[in-house]
């Protein structure tokens, strides 16, 4: 099973969702700006991304820019449970687009990346 976390506003996301279809694939689409991950889910994704919570903040760009500025997220001593409590709460923080197939996952920036996994 393969899933995409997409933003359909984000042209990496629409990108990645194409490159995907053009190799056969039909991943699940999670529109996670409407569907915000739980924090264990989110520690699963993590997980399969091998990556920690900072590693997954979007820092820039848009609103999230505002909101990593507004909630202070640059500051280290952060906990890992904090940061994963912001991008819940402020789902435009997580890194997109993700993809996951099976128990390995990706950022797709670039969009090529998620043939790596595929």
Not at 61 to 81: C, H, I, Q, R
Not at 85 to 106: C, D, S, T, Y
């Amino acid at each position: 099973m393969t899933t995409l976390y997409h933003n359909p506003r984000c042209s990496k996301s629409r990108e990645a969702l194409a490159l995907l279809q053009a190799h056969g694939c039909q991943p699940e689409i999670i529109l996670y700006l409407d569907a915000p991950p739980s924090a264990k889910q989110l520690q699963a994704l993590l997980a399969k991304l091998a990556l920690n919570a900072r590693q997954l903040l979007r820092k820039s760009e848009d609103e999230s820019e505002d909101v990593y500025k507004e909630l202070n997220l640059a500051d280290e001593s952060l906990s890992e449970a904090a940061l994963i409590k912001a991008m819940v709460n402020h789902p435009k923080l997580i890194e997109r687009p993700i993809f996951i197939n099976g128990n390995k996952a990706v950022i797709g920036r670039p969009p090529e990346q998620i043939l790596k996994i595929l």
